[in-house]
T-cell receptor, first 113, second 115 residues
């Protein structure tokens, strides 16, 4: 399983764009990149998933360079409610089922007024 | 969207007793479920992989006789913490793999406190 490295913590202010970068140098060809958000005492919540280039949904964008050794989660115009821990994971999605996910340290994002 | 529930949401038990935690996929079938444990301000740690109709696969360092896992149906997996001790106090989270889409959905977690 590819290991991921993220900053331990980040601080931001309301209305700013936040970019969290994750390194996964040993990512395998079949690995997808997935980001989860977790609030205290809650289970992780899926944010976005991608394989290469750029993926955008209603809450975030995911930028993946051509070598796929890193990825950047972009949160536009964060609000106080975006204060949470963000996890970057890599895992294989196959026709026999999703490979088990190994969570790294995550990035603790604190959004201030 | 797919929903995974856990019951109970929080439980307090005395040292030496056993506690069962249920993980249910409410609107989809899951052939595979995972159990995680999370200590305060720490990341999720995978404990075991639960497959319907077969024995669970435990991660290194996780005692299978202490953490009993049963995946009796495509919508239910249970984790039983046997002879619980205060050091077992933690936040236990399950996730389920959608049988058709292979997407993974997490439950809300169960807070276990052993006194």
């Amino acid at each position: 399983l590819a290991k991921t490295t993220q900053p331990i913590s980040m601080d931001s202010y309301e209305g700013q764009e936040v970019n969290i970068t994750c390194s996964h140098n040993n990512i395998a060809t079949n690995d997808y990149i997935t980001w989860y958000q977790q609030f205290p005492s809650q289970g992780p919540r899926f944010i976005i998933q991608g394989y290469k280039t750029k993926v955008t949904n209603e809450v975030a964008s995911l930028f993946i360079p051509a070598d796929r050794k890193s990825s950047t989660l972009s949160l536009p115009r964060v609000s106080l409610s975006d204060t949470a821990v963000y996890y970057c994971l890599v895992g294989v999605q196959s026709n026999t089922g999703f490979q088990k996910l190994v969570f790294g340290t995550g990035t603790r994002l604190l959004v201030s007024p | 969207g797919a929903v995974v529930s856990q019951h109970p949401s929080r439980v307090i038990c005395k040292s030496g007793t056993s506690v069962k935690i249920e993980c249910r996929s409410l609107d989809f079938q899951a052939t595979t479920m995972f159990w995680y444990r999370q200590f305060p301000k720490k990341s999720l740690m995978l404990m075991a992989t639960s497959n319907e109709g077969s024995k669970a696969t435990y991660e290194q360092g996780v005692e299978k006789d202490k953490f009993l896992i049963n995946h009796a149906s495509l919508t239910l997996s249970t984790l039983t913490v046997t002879s619980a001790h205060p050091e077992d106090s933690s936040f236990y989270i399950c996730s389920a793999i959608h049988r058709d889409s292979y997407e993974q959905y997490f439950g809300p977690g169960t807070r276990l406190t052993v006194t």
